[in-house]
């Protein structure tokens, strides 16, 4: 039976934003749209990398720290793609602050996964989830995790390395005299929470940024001024915080298990117009992630 060809081309038009693509540092193609795994337990990961390759997702991020690193290898592995069509990215745990603990925990996610390489691996967070964001930066510490990402880059084990929660600082320690540049920072981004400086930052300096919960932990789809706004161009405002993030430049990683949020979140192709992007960028910044504050990953310390 053939498809309606009214209902072809909007399957065409909602599928592009999954079709597109940014380039790293050294050229790999990295998706524009991918699927978050955070809450997502491990026995239902591979169901939900599973889900999003049919929905058209080619992206799937996990870590460590999310305990599903498992389940999402098995996704991977039983989705029906060729293993070199989907870009999977992992992360270093934030509690691994010497050469060789991150060197083993590589090998250890790759044998957890059960695949040969990676497309990305990144550092958590440049401190311990205990001390996020304290006096003391690791410094020292995070050079050494660094070399064990590019040494495991050069050994083939991962296509592409990069960071996670760094700021300004962070970055200038591993840049100084780091053999391979970070390739991207993974940060809290979203409507009320856009760090401008730090964006031009990384711009500058070829590092791409990726938006994990651009949704604000789900917190956006409760503020009027952004629902307003979403009504305004006639879609969600889960489909408005993804445009958001994706027209700053940065990839949008929206984590859900539901394969009707999937497809939602990819019909993002409109476009918001410049006075309308410095007026979500100006709004009034969220002060609570509700239950999000206290995950444990995070030892309930704020997320920003």
């Known amino acids: 039976m053939m498809m309606n060809t009214q209902n072809f ?9 999954l079709q ?6 050294n050229g790999v193609q990295i998706p524009k749209l991918g699927l978050g795994t955070w809450f997502i337990d491990d026995d239902k990961a591979a169901k939900a990398v599973r889900d999003a390759v049919k929905v058209g997702y080619h992206l799937i991020d996990t870590a460590q720290a999310y305990g599903n690193e498992r389940g999402v290898g098995e996704g991977v592995r039983t989705c029906g793609l060729p293993r070199e069509e989907l870009f999977v990215t992992s992360k270093v745990a934030a509690e691994a602050k010497t050469y060789e603990e991150a060197a083993r925990s590589i090998d250890e996610t790759l044998t957890k996964m059960g695949l040969e390489y990676l497309d990305l691996m990144i550092i958590h967070s440049p401190q311990p989830w205990t001390e996020f964001r304290v006096e003391n930066r690791y410094f020292a510490e995070n050079k050494e ?6 040494d495991a880059y050069a050994a083939g084990k991962l296509r592409a390395i990069g960071v996670s929660n760094f700021l300004q600082d962070d970055l200038e320690n591993l840049l100084d005299d780091c053999r391979i540049k970070p390739m991207v920072n993974q940060i809290l981004l979203h409507i ?14 070829g590092i791409l940024v990726e938006a994990y919960s651009p949704i604000a932990h789900g917190e956006a789809l409760k503020n009027p001024a952004i629902t307003k706004m979403a009504k305004k161009y006639n879609v969600t405002p889960a489909q408005l915080c993804i445009r958001y993030v994706l027209q700053l430049g940065t990839v949008a990683l929206p984590k859900t298990a539901n394969p009707a949020h999937m497809q939602d979140n990819s019909a993002v ?4 117009s410049t006075e309308d992007m410095r007026t979500l960028e100006a709004m009034e910044k969220i002060k609570s992630y509700g239950e999000f504050d206290m995950f444990p990953v995070f030892s309930g310390k704020p997320l920003s």
Do not use: G
């Open 145 to 150: 995790v660094w070399r064990a990402l590019e």
């Open 192 to 205: 009320t929470n856009t760090d401008k400086a730090l964006l031009d930052y990384c711009h500058a300096h």
């Open 269 to 272: 192709d409109f476009q918001i």
């Open 9 to 17: 081309r909007d399957e065409q038009e909602k599928m592009t934003i």
């Open 20 to 25: 597109e693509t940014y380039h790293l540092e």
